[in-house]
């Protein structure tokens, strides 16, 4: 349930432990539906490398793939970008949440992301100990923002027909 400063957001996944004996992946790409580790949700496979890429299949309890999440080297000055692969849907494009949308709104974006922090390093002036969040992206199938993560601590899904296992595992692998 949790409390305002404290939210439990369903839906929730469990990580696997290196105390179970024959898990599909390794530990932190394993996740349970409950805490005993009874219900396997999905898992992650090694990723694999191919041209210049590099791939994560996800799976499901049975061992079939339900997507596969993408790594794409970057292109400079740009940092490296997400897709996801899940079949029978379009391919969904993680970006930068500065470089996602068209022009109008990448300017509006950089414009008030300039004000923001210009008002934030005033306020605030920093020691260099402030923790940075991670990397926004806007994760988008065609013209329509389908999910929005905040580095891997935070992931949330808009649209229904996305498989909120892919959500889940691509808070495992990162955004590294």
Known sequence: MGSKDLPVLAPCAFLGSSSL????????FTLYEDPDAQCLLCFVEEPQEADGERHYVVRDPQG????????????????????????????IVGRNELASGGAKDIAGRAAGR??????????????????????????????????????????????????RRLAFAFALVGDK
């Open 21 to 28: 004996v024959r898990l599909p992946s390794r530990p932190d």
């Open 114 to 163: 300039f004000v923001n922090g210009l008002v934030d390093d005033l306020l605030n002036p920093g020691d260099g100990d402030t923790p940075s969040k991670g990397r926004s992206l806007e994760w988008r199938a065609g013209d329509e923002v389908v999910m929005i993560s905040e580095g891997s601590a935070e992931v949330r899904v808009r649209k229904d027909w996305v498989d």
């Open 64 to 91: 079939q793939a339900i997507g596969t999440l993408r790594r794409i080297p970057p292109k400079r000055p740009f940092k490296h970008t997400w897709r996801i692969d899940q079949p029978g849907h379009p391919e």
